[in-house]
């Protein structure tokens, strides 16, 4: 069984590509290939397409194919097929417009109250827009069953330990729910490749004594700092979503730091986070790739489910292991 601790919906990932400032094209140009990909088309279709035409019609060709191949049925049967007991849905709320109103929330309440027992729902926050979003996220974990918040910083233009971000840090901790923040390069050109640096989290544990966060996508490529900070505090967590997991287990690349440590001295802080749909990878080759890994089987099953069931609270029977989508103590 697997809990993904970091993902979206396809109708989101899809749309939000089209959505992507103009100022910022290595997003499209990093990440459109890959999409094509799991439409059906090659690198070379893809580059050829996007040298004639502008990007966002090309996009636009890429999501309409999506859209049929990646409807909700098709979508649940991929992850059921590759034992995906939980999957999340990061409701992001982007931007540095104080103006705009907050991220609907209702919309992702009425997904996850049709589909229950499926998806972890994480409410989106947004520093700009004050107390009328954290109004927003009380609201969504107390009454709307998401289960954790999530803040991306660079898309906020703040680091993590700014004092516009303590409100919800306050929040989280009140409620004993954990927030995944993004932690690891951004490809924006405007903003500071160090703004989502894993020691702008300090200060938040520091002040926050039981606040549990998620370090999304690893802490690349600042491992030894990121190992640092997990080997300080303990209810930190990370995921190593967003980077394709052969690359991980590839020495030189980085993460030999994090699999030497998974296995031993951060293995009950390890969580499973994929963004198979941001990478253009299906499940199922991701996690073979992940498969491949040199973790401990004790440490695996940690890994894939045993410390996100605990840090959401979800419940679930320990004795459930690999293939417990069948197992009778187990239903969606």
Same mark, same amino acid.
């Given at each position: 069984m697997i809990i993904d601790c970091s993902n979206t919906l396809p109708e989101f990932q899809f749309e939000s590509s089209l959505e992507i400032n103009h100022k910022n094209e290595e997003y499209r140009k990093l990440f459109g290939q890959r999409w094509a990909r799991l439409a059906g088309?090659?690198?070379?279709?893809?580059?050829e397409k996007a040298s004639l035409k502008p990007a966002e019609e090309v996009l636009k060709e890429v999501y309409a194919k999506l859209e049929t191949d990646f409807s909700m049925d098709k979508f649940l049967k991929m992850l059921s097929d590759s034992d995906i007991a939980y999957h999340a849905i990061h409701n992001m709320d982007y931007g540095r &417009?104080?103006?705009?109103? !907050? +991220? &609907?929330? &209702?919309?992702?309440?009425?997904?996850?109250?049709?589909? !229950?027992? %499926?998806?972890?729902?994480?409410?989106?926050?947004? !520093?700009?827009? @004050?107390?009328?979003?954290?109004?927003v996220v009380r609201k969504a974990l107390t009454e709307q069953g998401y289960k954790a918040v999530v803040i991306p910083p660079y898309e906020h233009g703040l680091k993590a330990d700014d004092r516009k971000y303590y409100p919800l840090y306050a929040l989280?901790?009140?409620? &004993?729910?954990?927030?995944?923040?993004?932690?690891?390069?951004?490809?924006? %050109?405007? $903003?500071?490749?160090?703004i989502d640096h894993p020691s702008n989290l300090e200060a938040p544990l520091m002040d926050f004594k039981n606040l549990k966060i998620i370090a999304g996508h690893g802490g690349w490529p600042w491992l030894p700092?990121?190992?640092?900070?997990?080997?300080?505090?303990?209810?930190?967590? +990370?995921? $190593?979503?967003?980077f394709r997991p052969r690359y991980i287990a590839e020495p030189n690349t980085g993460w030999d730091m994090f699999l030497h440590y998974a296995n031993s001295l951060i293995q009950d802080q390890?969580?499973? @986070?994929?963004?198979?749909?941001?990478? @253009?990878?299906?499940?199922?080759?991701?996690m073979a790739e992940v498969e491949e890994w040199p973790l401990k089987d004790s440490v695996r099953e940690k890994y894939y489910w045993k410390n996100a069931s605990k840090l959401f609270k979800l419940e679930l029977p320990v004795t459930i292991t690999s293939g417990g989508n069948n197992d009778e103590s187990y239903s969606k």
């Amino acid at each position: 069984m697997i809990i993904d601790c970091s993902n979206t919906l396809p109708e989101f990932q899809f749309e939000s590509s089209l959505e992507i400032n103009h100022k910022n094209e290595e997003y499209r140009k990093l990440f459109g290939q890959r999409w094509a990909r799991l439409a059906g088309w090659s690198k070379e279709e893809f580059m050829e397409k996007a040298s004639l035409k502008p990007a966002e019609e090309v996009l636009k060709e890429v999501y309409a194919k999506l859209e049929t191949d990646f409807s909700m049925d098709k979508f649940l049967k991929m992850l059921s097929d590759s034992d995906i007991a939980y999957h999340a849905i990061h409701n992001m709320d982007y931007g540095r &417009d104080s103006t705009e109103a !907050p +991220v &609907d929330h &209702d919309y992702i309440a009425g997904i996850i109250k049709k589909y !229950p027992n %499926r998806f972890i729902a994480y409410a989106g926050f947004n !520093p700009h827009k @004050g107390i009328e979003s954290l109004k927003v996220v009380r609201k969504a974990l107390t009454e709307q069953g998401y289960k954790a918040v999530v803040i991306p910083p660079y898309e906020h233009g703040l680091k993590a330990d700014d004092r516009k971000y303590y409100p919800l840090y306050a929040l989280c901790e009140e409620l &004993d729910i954990p927030i995944w923040i993004h932690t690891s390069i951004n490809y924006y %050109r405007e $903003t500071s490749v160090f703004i989502d640096h894993p020691s702008n989290l300090e200060a938040p544990l520091m002040d926050f004594k039981n606040l549990k966060i998620i370090a999304g996508h690893g802490g690349w490529p600042w491992l030894p700092d990121m190992m640092a900070m997990l080997l300080k505090y303990k209810n930190l967590h +990370v995921d $190593t979503s967003a980077f394709r997991p052969r690359y991980i287990a590839e020495p030189n690349t980085g993460w030999d730091m994090f699999l030497h440590y998974a296995n031993s001295l951060i293995q009950d802080q390890i969580v499973f @986070g994929s963004d198979w749909l941001t990478l @253009g990878i299906p499940i199922k080759e991701f996690m073979a790739e992940v498969e491949e890994w040199p973790l401990k089987d004790s440490v695996r099953e940690k890994y894939y489910w045993k410390n996100a069931s605990k840090l959401f609270k979800l419940e679930l029977p320990v004795t459930i292991t690999s293939g417990g989508n069948n197992d009778e103590s187990y239903s969606k």
